[in-house]
């Protein structure tokens, strides 16, 4: 589909003075003077870190102080995708540089749970705690390449943990706690973890929810662990019984020593974590990530692209098994104040976000497109509840920002904050399009492609396009593409995922239009594209036009190829309190899809659900819905503890079956 995107999207904000007096204009003109050359504009200079890859990488290191005085040639060794080499003489530690980054009375983290606690970490508490930790594991016989996993809540003992883990060479993975014991071992096991680390329940909902029985039972299922550090309550909470064969911690004992900090100095593509996929289509992959190239990327992310300073307040609402904790640790790479958060992003109301944003002096919030949508739809205006004038970054991922929304955020939240609406993935932990202190904001579109980032749009030729919608390609390596999946030794998984479709070309899997003016509208995963008569359609255009109508509350719309050649595209909506399905309201939608997408997005059945199922990070899972009206079973779709609510799985199905039976009939 083709968006008049260019003509008609809103100007919502542009840069104060051009975005003078930003990191990225310091760093460009630093840039420009180190090669005698000159930008003009932003998309100069993404052209530039582009077709000079090397030589940006090399540059960012050197503007970093990562790594000083290397080549071009000596940076991207072989720019082979996948396989490339970057840095291969260059050691680092990326838990060194976090370490580092704060004076020793300087506030590096500060942890907040849902109940009003807080512990506030300097730079000073960061590094003993981290050093002690990081002695404690080396006991226990933890060494470079070893994993440690967690089963841990979005607190400092997160944090803490990881940093100690990275610190000698060791492998971070983690699942939050929240989820089941099942997902947590096809992800956990996998990795053959040598110590676990526990917590015994996380704050939700306005609840303490206990998890000593789940976390009892991964650990009696992980054979390759020797030792449990235990994350208790309070200290008169009693310690549990563990398997035999493995030995007891308790969190206090192993953060209270005095050894001094010693971080081991890695190969740039040393192993830093494991992360996973959603697991919707199956076992979780596992994704790593190494030191180096997640060191550079952040630096550039963070400060280059978010502006993030010495001294700034970032934090962005996640859980532990989202990439974007990953993100909010990178933060203290910048000097920042890092914040972390144990509960819920709604409770006690709906506006809980923008009260923690005026209390906690934020000067970049991140959050979810479905939060602020949820909010717009209600009305809210935080804007005037709130003191905001702090806040300057309000960051959304997690699916696209319709352009009401983010009209909303700058009628009801504010004028000054840039709004960054940006799309990337696990796969890379970080992104691929998003925001520039450079770059205005557009209603409905993302600002511009990240710098050293070769992004494109492809048609089903394999030939870029411009101003229609495409495969999101990435056609140059970047330094977080994984080093490789865990458990494929021959590579073939990875390259399945990302190099089947366009050979030695990096293949996403959105469906993203690049406007005219390098905007980007991303309409959805590619494959959950709609394709009615030949013509392919994002499911976005439907969402951002259904925000329009009330009494919805949420909604998902598939298309299914069926076994007679016939296409079926129907409408699942979600009702708000009270709203009715009549035929008034059927009529209103599609009407409403009509009039702001097209007549070709009008569903054939609009049906009632009571509920919209979406991954934990709060993606719908159109693909595997769409399997089970093809006939799939319900257990093959999707991984339960993938999901927020996976009862809701059981419902579609059944919608699925009663379906096929009518059809048969």
Known sequence: MTHDSTASAELLWSPPDGGAGSRLAEFAAWLGR????????????????????????ADVAEYFDVARGVAPEDALVDAAMPGAVWFPAVRVNFAERILAAHDDDQPALVARTESGAVVELTGADLRRQVGALAASLRRMGVGEGDRVAAYLPNTEHAVIAFLATASIGAVWTMCAPEFGVRSVLDRLAQTEPKVLIAADGYHFGGKLHDRTAAALQVLGELPTVRACIWVGRGESHPAPDVRDGVALHRWHDVIGGNEPLSCVSLPFDHPLWILFSSGTTGIPKGIVHGHGGMLLEQYKMLVLQNDLRPGDVFYWYTSTSWMMWNVVVSSMLTGATAVVYDGSPTYPDLDVQWAHAAQWGLTHLGTSAGYLTSCAARG????????????????????????????????????????????????????????????????????????????????????????????????????????????????????????????????????????????????????????????????????????????IADS?????????????????????DGAELDD????????????????????????????????????????????????????????????????????????????RTEVAQ
Do not use: C
Request: no cysteine.
């Open 380 to 551: 809210l205006e935080p804007g005037r509840e709130y003191d905001l004038s702090r806040v300057r970054f309000i960051g959304s991922t997690g699916s696209p920002l319709p352009a009401a929304t983010a009209k909303w955020v700058y009628d009801a939240v504010g004028r000054h904050p840039q709004l960054v609406s940006s799309t990337g993935g696990t796969d890379v932990a970080s992104g691929f399009f998003g925001g520039s202190p450079l770059l205005p904001v557009w209603a409905g579109e993302l600002s511009g492609p990240m710098l050293g980032v070769a992004v494109a749009s492809f048609d089903d030729d394999g030939k870029p396009v411009v101003g229609r919608d495409g495969e999101l390609v990435i056609t140059a390596p970047m330094p977080t593409m994984p080093l490789y999946f865990w458990n494929d030794p021959d590579g073939s998984r990875y390259r399945d995922a990302y190099f089947s479709t366009y050979p030695g070309v990096w293949r996403h899997g959105d469906w993203v239009e690049i406007t005219e003016r390098g905007t980007a509208i991303v309409s959805g995963r590619s494959d959950s594209t709609l394709n009615r008569g030949g013509v392919r359609m994002g499911t976005a255009d439907v969402y951002a036009a259904l925000t329009r109508i009330p009494q």
């Open 34 to 57: 180190r090669h005698g050359v000159s930008f003009g504009s932003y998309a100069e200079l993404w052209q530039w870190s582009v077709d000079n890859l090397a030589a940006f990488w």
């Open 556 to 576: 998902m719309m598939i298309g299914v190829e069926l076994d007679d050649g016939k296409y079926w595209m129907p409408l699942f909506v979600q009702l708000a």
């Open 584 to 659: 008034e309201l059927r009529e209103t939608i599609s009407r409403v899809i009509a009039d702001s997408a097209s007549r070709r997005h009008v569903p054939d059945e609009i049906l009632a659900v009571p509920g919209i199922p979406r991954t934990r990070t709060g993606k719908r899972i159109e693909v595997p819905v769409k399997r089970l009206f093809q006939g799939a079973a319900p257990e093959h779709v999707a991984s339960a503890g993938s999901l927020d609510d996976p009862s809701l799985i059981d419902h579609y199905a059944a919608i699925a079956a009663a379906r």
